[in-house]
């Protein structure tokens, strides 16, 4: 692998260089060939016959420099102070196939001087939902952490109740959370100019050639945060924790925890059993990705030549950029150009799946079928589905919309709405109960279901043989919610 730890070349006061502390005898949970190959990994035999006790905390390959980083964070709107990588290491950082750097981050493995309360640890449970998470981004086009591999081990951890100890090792563009420049604004101010340097050099080197590098840099943060939560909301994910600790300056998405893929639809919908007031529920995301950089931009009126003036100008485009891009994203979905009429048409599809609790998923998808039912068998059972679980009054609003869509999809290209619709309405994304099946089995030391569902949601936007009926079912309308809680 082509090594380039330049984080642990930064001032000492950022991190504390430690090993990991091994898990008791880690066993394969899963690992990632895809990954593997773009990060280089799969060209070292070594590299590749020891994958589990590297994983597992057994042994650190020359190149590692394991480093756990310090950064701070607003948790649920308030300010946290120093958090840092309680649990986690960044072991090394690599450029992949495309020259892209790439962090190696070790999930799960023992404690730090930032532990705080905790003991280091990451359960089963929470690992393969992050695992698999990270893969079901990748493919379907969204800016996200991925994973190498997890393993899971003898090692006890205490939670609700006593779980197994595993440990992933993250892949992602950085690490570099807001919260790492409110570290440095409460603890450090003056490695402010050099962090901010670091960040451009390495992440935004093309804001280096604009006349205010910073102010060009701020301001392409800021785009990237808002097109990342319109791509969030139109694939129905609520992140479910959306502190300053949890996002990237990269505009990728970092920290799967009590995260979720909306189901049956509702836009108010919490998926965070710990989030108790419904901050980041599933609606309110785009407004907490504002308040985010809205408390995190101010820290740069320490540098020369940015005032309160000019960072509201690197602001104030964010709602404009989440508009466009949820909304030309919305009417991708259905198959239509970003226009007026579209948009009225999207608006009131989307009120059809709320006023019916539809699910989010099915219902883009059984638009297929409801266009092209012959080439699409899979479609058009989801859309007898769908009007099945209409009522008298529903049934009737939902043929004036269709009568409106179809009306609309005549005057266009046909295989392009169907194009469209295919490439942008997932078959199938990772459900807390296909994802929950997953977990019970491997808790058994079975992990054929995640591999299984690695496969499922390597190509998330077709139909596939290995999946069953339950892969791509909701919930009863009114079932309770899964409890996924903070706690992992
Ligand atoms: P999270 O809510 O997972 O984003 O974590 C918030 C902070 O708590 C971060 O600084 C984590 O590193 C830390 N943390 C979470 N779980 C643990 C744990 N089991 N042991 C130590 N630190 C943890
Ligand atoms: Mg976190």
């Not at 950082?93 to 990451?122: C, E, F």
Request: aromatic share 10%; with cysteine.
């Amino acid at each position: 692998m082509r090594y380039q730890n330049s984080y642990a070349k930064l001032d000492p006061r950022l991190y504390h260089k430690q090993p990991p502390t091994a898990l008791d005898n880690p066993r394969a949970g899963h690992f990632n060939l895809q990954v593997a190959e773009q990060l280089g990994w799969s060209e070292d035999k070594e590299l590749m016959q020891r994958w589990v006790d590297i994983i597992g905390g057994h042994y650190v390959p020359d190149g590692f420099e394991p480093l756990a980083m310090a950064y701070a964070g607003h948790q649920f709107g308030q300010w946290a102070g120093q958090l840092g990588d309680g649990r986690g290491l960044l072991m090394a950082q690599v450029l992949d196939n495309n020259d892209t750097l790439q962090d190696l981050h070790l999930k799960g493995i023992g404690l730090t001087p930032y532990s705080r309360m905790g003991d280091g640890r990451a359960v089963l449970r929470s690992t393969i939902r992050e695992y698999l998470c990270g893969h079901a981004f990748a493919q379907l086009g969204i800016p996200a952490s991925n994973a190498l591999g997890f393993v899971v081990s003898d090692t006890p951890v205490r939670r609700e109740k006593m779980e197994a100890g595993a440990a992933l090792m993250r892949v992602a563009d950085s690490h570099i959370r807001l919260g790492h420049v409110e570290w440095i604004a409460s603890f450090a101010p003056d490695l402010l100019g050099e962090f901010t340097d670091y960040m451009i050099d390495t992440y935004y080197p093309d804001c280096r050639d604009s006349e205010q590098p910073v102010l060009s840099f701020l301001s392409a943060v800021v785009e990237r945060t808002a097109r990342m939560i319109a791509d969030w909301q139109l694939i129905g994910f609520a992140h479910g924790v959306m502190n300053t600790d949890n996002l990237s300056i990269t505009g990728s998405t970092l920290d799967f925890g009590p995260f979720g893929f909306m189901e049956r639809f509702n836009p108010a919908w919490i998926n965070n059993h710990s989030d108790h007031t419904g901050r980041y529920a599933y609606q309110n995301q785009p407004a907490i990705g504002y308040w985010n950089l809205n408390v995190w931009l101010p820290h740069f009126m320490r540098l020369p030549g940015v005032t309160r003036e000019t960072l509201a100008d690197c602001l104030a485009p964010y709602e404009t950029v989440f508009m466009q891009h949820y909304q030309q994203g919305l009417c991708r979905k259905l198959g239509l150009p970003h226009e007026q009429v579209s948009l009225g048409l999207a608006f009131d599809w989307l009120s059809l799946l709320e006023d019916n609790l539809l699910d989010y998923t099915n219902s883009f998808r059984a638009l297929l079928g409801l266009i092209a039912p012959d080439n699409y068998p899979h479609e058009k059972q989801l859309l007898a589905t769908l009007t099945h679980e209409l009522s008298a009054e529903a049934l009737t609003v939902w043929q004036d919309w269709r009568k409106r869509y179809l009306a609309q999809i005549a005057t266009l290209s046909i295989d392009e709405v169907i194009e469209n619709i295919e490439n942008n309405n997932p078959v199938y994304v990772l459900r807390n109960d296909i994802a929950q099946r997953a977990i019970t089995a491997a808790e058994q030391g079975q992990f054929d279901e995640v591999d299984r569902l690695y496969t499922l949601l390597a190509t998330p936007y077709k139909v596939q043989e290995l999946a069953t009926v339950l892969d791509s079912s909701p919930p009863a309308p009114n079932a309770p919610q899964m409890p996924i809680s903070c706690s992992s």
